[in-house]
């Protein structure tokens, strides 16, 4: 890694060398600004060092692509022949060997065409990591390779001298002319290869993310403005050289690509750069088609201008339109992302919807999220992420979050009204997938309660009032067998009957009033909770207990599940203050509006925060089966336990 960023700071420092030598030397001969600009001083002094910075900046950051190497070869080339111009001119007039301006003639006729030829091609191939396409595209990299020191053939060959009065370099052939077959073999090769890089692009971009495409859209931003300024210059004669400067834009757009191709929306300058030249090439061929026929008719073209222009004013917001969905999608249609969106949600829900809003966005990333967790997200978060709550009924069930597109530090205002339009339809589809959610998770529930309540009631039977009805069946045989031979022994016989069946009973009982308290049936739930507290007036020590009950005079007609869990509840709390609080008081609280409210607060010493015993346990599991909240624990002027439970049992 260090050895490649000295070997990439020192070509760069070798080429920009070069570009200030030839400025030294340009300056040397007296050449004026015109002539350094024919001589193509000029344009190669700016390509070569925009070649060899860009190239130097992308060998330092990622030495193991080639293409950082490829715009450093590229640099020296284009710098080289801007030096030897001037250079060999300088030697010249200097009276130097001929030797001499010979070799560098030689430099200057042999390093550009590489650049040319073989580097820019090849890195265009290559772009943006450094590989080919595919391995199929193995053998083209092969042939621009072995081919690419044809054109630098075609251009070092030629006896012609760089310059009037200056000898021709070496490595020429007195029969070059006699090869224009081969040359033409040559022009046709560079043209090819240009082709093919472009196709290799085009390549790249059907077939990548969207990384990649960003990374291509900075090539065809430079291309296409590269190409609007060279084109004219290749084929209109009397083209100024200095369009040539654009040039440079093709290395710096590579560069960014690679290096930082999120430092801006590429997509939004893309955007503005089509509309303007598809505007532009309107123009042209209207005018001209009208210049064609007004002229024809009064010989002059100022009425073909105001016509023009008068066409072209309506045309470019339109064309700029369609250019924006091309690249934005529906973003300036809120109304046709809304109904994408519902046709999502009436389809494969809330999955279709992020994904539906991802690609009508263009942006990386969105997702629903509620409290509870990730509800749908698609794509990758790869920058800022905003969020757009969702509320429905005046409550926030969730957020839409949507990541910003690459370059952007946050959504634009056209992109937060489309979101805040989607945001109602949004909150009612996540407002009903938690409710079904609720839904099965309370089915999931109750089914659970109820196999636990089977189970419960066949341990109690099996462990408990079965064992006793076999010994009373067993005892009865007994007594049976004796009652003529030993009255005494089947007295005693049936007297243990007796006894078992109370137990059995009282089993029965038991069970009875764990599955329903009877004191609710016969009492009601008020009258069950004052029967209890009359029971624990005494504490665990023997010490008295007062319980006061603030209850009202009626209660409201309640679930029967409210009713067991309320008493159950108010019992548990009141048992344990009798067993640990120390309280010489207790209240007994109960009220009913939209929730029923049981409060027990006692008057004992503080001892530090409850741990959850099984009693607690209890209490909390009562009322989250039924979706209340119990809070219970150490108070200022004792203990407290508040329980609320919804009137309406889920």
């Known amino acids: 890694m260090a050895a490649g960023r000295t070997l990439a700071a020192g070509l760069g420092a070798l080429a920009m060398a070069e570009v200030g030598g030839a400025v030294v030397a340009t300056l040397g001969v007296g050449w004026s600004w015109r002539q350094a600009l024919d001589a193509f001083v000029v344009t190669n002094s700016v390509i070569g060092a925009a070649f060899a910075l860009c190239g130097a900046i992308i060998a330092w950051h990622r030495p193991r692509n080639p293409i950082g190497w490829l715009l450093l070869a590229d640099g020296l080339g284009h710098a080289t022949s801007a030096l030897s111009g001037p250079v060999a001119q300088a030697l010249h007039d200097g009276g130097a060997p001929v030797a001499l301006q010979r070799l560098a003639a030689t430099a ?10 073989l580097f820019l091609p090849l890195a265009l191939v290559l772009f943006p ?8 595209w193995r053998p083209v990299v092969v042939a621009l390779i072995v081919t690419g020191p044809l054109f630098v053939l075609e251009s070092g060959l030629d006896p012609q001298p760089p310059a009037p009065g200056l000898p021709a370099g070496y490595l020429t052939l007195s029969a070059y002319d006699q090869l224009s077959p081969l040359w033409t073999v040559s ?6 290869a240009l082709l093919v890089a472009i196709a290799a692009v085009v390549v790249r971009y059907r077939r990548g993310d969207d990384v990649v495409r960003r990374q291509l859209l900075w090539l065809l931003l430079a291309t ?41 929306d590429i997509r939004l300058v893309v955007s503005r750069v089509i509309a303007w030249v598809l505007l532009s090439g309107a123009v042209v061929v209207t005018y001209g088609i009208l210049v064609g026929l007004v002229a024809a008719q009064l010989g002059r073209s100022a009425v073909a201008t105001i016509v023009v222009a008068l066409l072209i004013a309506p045309v470019l917001p339109r064309l700029q339109r369609l250019v924006d969905r091309a690249l934005y999608g529906d973003r300036s249609d809120p109304a046709r992302v809304v109904s994408r969106v519902g046709e999502q949600l009436a389809g494969p829900g809330l999955s279709g919807v992020v994904s539906a809003i991802r690609a009508a966005l263009r942006v990386p990333y969105a997702a629903v999220v509620t409290p509870d967790g990730l509800l749908a997200e698609a794509g990758t978060a790869s920058g800022a992420v905003e969020s757009v709550p969702l509320e429905y009924g005046g409550a926030t069930v ?37 409710l079904s959610a609720q839904l099965q998770s309370s089915r999931e529930r109750i089914v659970t309660a109820q196999e636990e309540e089977r189970r419960r009631l066949r341990r109690d039977l099996h462990d408990g009032l079965g064992p006793t009805l076999t010994g009373v069946a067993l005892t009865a045989d007994a007594a049976t067998n004796v009652l003529r031979t030993d009255p005494d022994r089947a007295g005693e016989l049936l007297t243990a009957i007796r006894t078992d069946v109370r137990t059995a009973i ?11 308290p009877p004191a609710i049936d016969e009492l009601g739930l008020l009258g069950a909770l004052r ?6 007036a005494w504490r665990a020590d023997g010490a008295a207990l007062r319980i006061r009950l603030e209850v009202p005079e009626r209660l409201p007609a309640l679930p029967a599940a409210v009713e067991v869990a309320a008493y159950r509840i108010a019992t548990e709390a009141l048992t344990n203050v009798v067993r640990h609080s120390g309280a010489s008081t207790v209240v007994l609280r109960l009220h009913c509006a939209d929730d029923l409210h049981v409060e027990v607060v006692d008057d004992g010493p503080p001892d530090g925060p409850w741990r959850p015993g099984v009693g607690l346990v209890a209490m909390r599991e009562r009322a989250a089966e039924l979706g209340g909240r119990l809070d219970a624990g150490p108070s200022a002027t004792g203990g407290r336990v508040h329980v609320r439970l919804p009137l309406a049992v889920p």
Request: charged share 20%; glycine share 10%.
């Open 531 to 536: 029967q209890r507290a009359e029971h624990l």
């Open 506 to 516: 009282a089993d029965v009982r038991r069970l009875v009033e764990d599955l329903r």
């Open 187 to 192: 022009e046709l090769r560079v043209l090819a």
């Open 108 to 117: 200057f006729a042999y390093s550009w065409p590489w650049s040319i030829g």
């Open 224 to 264: 296409v403005t590269a190409a609007g300024f060279i084109v004219p210059w290749s084929l209109v004669a009397g083209t100024p050289v200095a369009v040539l400067f654009a040039i440079p834009l093709i290395p710096a757009a590579v560069t960014i690509a690679i290096v930082r191709h999120g430092l801006l």
């Open 129 to 136: 990591d450094g590989r080919p396409p595919s391995r199929r």
């Open 398 to 434: 969730g957020e839409l979050r949507v990541g910003a597109r690459p370059g952007e530090g946050g959504l634009g205002t056209a992109d937060r009204t489309v979101l805040g339009l989607m945001a109602a339809p949004l909150a009612v589809a996540v407002h009903a997938t938690q």
